[in-house]
């Protein structure tokens, strides 16, 4: 008999209920043991639940499950740093071993609780926090043993892709598609991390930590959302031939590492631009390999509360290898990557695009430009994540300017195609 304490049971939680009672016995075929959710915490006690929730083994006191010596496995559910933090922390000391679906907590510590469980001889399993249903961590660690993995890229946020997908094929605004999102149940009641590409950033770093072998966090992730995409974008990137993603990226050779979150112009035909509605994708090079991808739905009850339960059923196996996250040294430098850049800037007055010009022209860069009555498009060559930054500061135009880098495999295509609509090349 095999013993769990589930903190939380929310939407996942819940659907680990199901799939535990429904798969009992492919379940016990697979592992030779009876598995039993034997507490679960929750906050509230009286609320009405899952009927197929044993009301018998709620509980609101952590320590019940934590400090509990029958209880074999922690799945903890919780998301958020603390008290999640503090909860892993208390059961890897225990002496037990940990399935956690909370991409916060990996990204701020990933270091420390999977030394934790290497040091107590217990496993630590997180296929369920990126990606949702999407065996992506399990592979990842398979490809490491041998390949040297250069670039690992993906549509990591099904709410953002499916706001996203729902602009490019309804012509709606940004505004109208997150209601949708909400309404259909994707957003949250608070989409902050979503719309502003933290919980793709939070991913993207657990990814390269695995990738790369050195410790990624959070915070070495630059970062930004799709909240200043509008309409006229959307048309615009139709013009082109383009597609918009927003897709969290990481690089890394010995010398240098980058990771970003941001929205990519993508050739409408390529692959990743067809990822819709709430679906993920994750692309990873290694060495060895090559190029390959994973698609599947990045969210919801059953494709994540699936990735729980192949990770409890990896620990029951034995197969919670410790991940050596030391292996390299990390690079201290950030990569001047050059790329091409959508710039569209709202106008507060026909005089402002003479300014703005200007101001552009002493970065001496090449541009193509389209001059409207109220506003300005450019496509940028050659500039930096960095440079192009500094430029929206300097001119003062964040909140009515939206910018998107344009896939570098994707630029010449629409050099071809469709730059004779733009009526000024500077260089
Ligand atoms: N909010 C996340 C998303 C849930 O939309 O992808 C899965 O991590």
């Not at 209920?17 to 034997?38: D, G, N, P, R, Y």
């Not at 966090?217 to 909240?227: A, M, S, Y």
């Not at 300097?394 to 880098?405: F, H, M, P």
Request: aromatic share 8%; proline share 3%; hydrophobic share 40%.
């Amino acid at each position: 008999m095999v013993k769990i304490g589930l903190l939380g049971l929310g939407t996942v939680g819940s659907g680990v209920c199901e799939i535990l009672s429904e798969k009992k016995s492919a379940i016990e075929e697979q592992t030779k043991k009876t598995v039993e959710i034997s507490k679960i915490l929750v906050n509230d006690l009286e609320k009405n639940r899952n009927p197929i929730v044993d009301r018998k083994v709620l509980t609101d006191n952590p320590s019940d499950i934590l400090d509990d010596p029958d209880i074999d496995i922690v799945v903890e559910l919780i998301g958020g740093i603390e008290p999640a933090h503090t909860y892993i922390t208390r059961a890897l000391e225990n002496g037990k071993h940990v399935v956690t679906a909370n991409k916060a907590v990996l990204s701020h510590d990933f270091l420390g609780l999977t030394n934790l469980a290497k040091k107590n001889n217990r496993g630590i399993l997180f296929e369920a926090s990126v990606a949702g249903g999407i065996p992506i961590i399990k592979p990842l660690k398979e490809l490491i043993k041998f390949n040297k993995i250069k670039e690992i890229k993906g549509i990591l946020n099904g709410t953002t892709n499916f706001i996203l997908s729902k602009m490019i094929e309804e012509g709606l605004d940004f505004k109208e598609a997150l209601v949708l999102a909400r309404k259909v149940g994707f957003a949250e009641a608070d989409p902050t991390d979503d719309i502003e590409g933290y919980d793709a950033a939070r991913k993207i770093s657990i990814l390269s930590s695995i990738a790369f072998g050195y410790n990624v966090t959070f915070e070495d992730v630059d970062c930004r959302g799709i909240t200043s995409i509008s309409a006229f974008d959307i048309d615009f990137f139709k013009k082109l031939g383009l597609t918009i993603k927003l897709v969290g990226s990481a690089y890394s050779n010995d010398l240098d590492f980058d990771a970003s979150v941001e929205p990519v112009l993508l050739n409408t035909n390529s692959i990743m631009a067809n990822v819709n509605d709430a679906f993920n994708i994750v692309s990873i090079d290694g060495d060895v390999v090559g190029n390959l991808q994973f698609y599947g739905q990045g969210a919801g009850k059953n494709p994540t509360g699936n990735a729980v339960v192949t990770d409890i059923i990896d620990i029951i196996n034995g197969e919670f290898n410790p991940i050596d996250i030391e292996r390299r040294r990390k690079p201290s430098n950030t990569p001047k990557i050059l790329s091409n850049y959508y710039l569209r800037i709202f106008l507060e007055s026909q005089k402002e695009s003479d300014f703005i010009l200007k101001t552009i022209n002493k970065y001496k860069l090449k541009y193509r430009l389209v001059k409207g009555e109220e506003s300005l498009v450019l496509i940028l060559q050659n500039i930096s994540r960095q440079e192009i930054n500094n430029l929206i500061e300097n001119l003062e135009i964040k909140g009515r300017s939206c910018y998107a880098r344009i896939n570098s495999e994707d630029y010449c295509f629409i050099q071809e195609l469709n730059l004779e609509s733009f009526n000024e090349l500077v260089v």
